[in-house]
């Protein structure tokens, strides 16, 4: 069964999430290359939709992966270590992303579809009124 938070601690998150694209954009004035580049880079990690083209259990995955702030941190941590300002720009764009994602309330995926993130449910499912706390399961049959 997939779940959910709900209430003020999916508030606490997506302000969280409101925080890390503030910083990323602060961080990004200080030691990007232009925002033409953020702009043009910014949406990159939603390509990663296309693993839903797979499957929701491929997707969800390659989904995770590109919007997990592991893959951000360690591009980040490596920029700054290596002295590589690329990866250091690449780094702030995909963690504004993920930040500006979160924001928004789409969070990282369950396996039972698109619409089912750890921050609630999304699209379709949230406009049938499922309620956001509740696992996925309960809602697609899967159980």
């Known amino acids: 069964m997939t779940t959910a938070v709900s209430g003020g601690v999916r508030v606490l ?7 890390i694209l503030a910083a ?9 290359v232009g925002w033409g580049t953020f702009g043009l ?10 693993g839903y083209l797979a499957g ?15 893959g951000p941190l360690a591009v980040l ?4 270590t290596l002295s590589m300002p690329a ?24 396996s039972a ?5 750890h921050l609630g449910a999304i699209g379709r499912h949230a406009a049938a009124g499922q309620p956001r706390g ?7 049959g899967s159980a």
């Open 56 to 70: 929701p259990g491929v997707g969800a995955i390659v989904y995770n992966l590109a919007h997990s702030l592991l």
């Open 113 to 117: 579809g698109f619409g089912f993130t």
């Open 77 to 80: 941590t490596a920029g700054i």
């Open 134 to 140: 509740r696992g996925a399961a309960e809602h697609d």
């Open 24 to 32: 990323s954009l602060l961080a990004y004035a200080k030691f990007g």
């Open 87 to 110: 990866a250091i720009v690449g780094g702030i764009i995909w963690t504004a992303h993920i930040g500006f994602d979160r924001a928004l309330g789409y969070g990282l995926k369950y």
């Open 13 to 19: 998150l997506r302000l969280e999430g409101l925080a």
């Open 41 to 50: 880079l910014f949406f990159v990690p939603d390509l990663s939709f296309l």
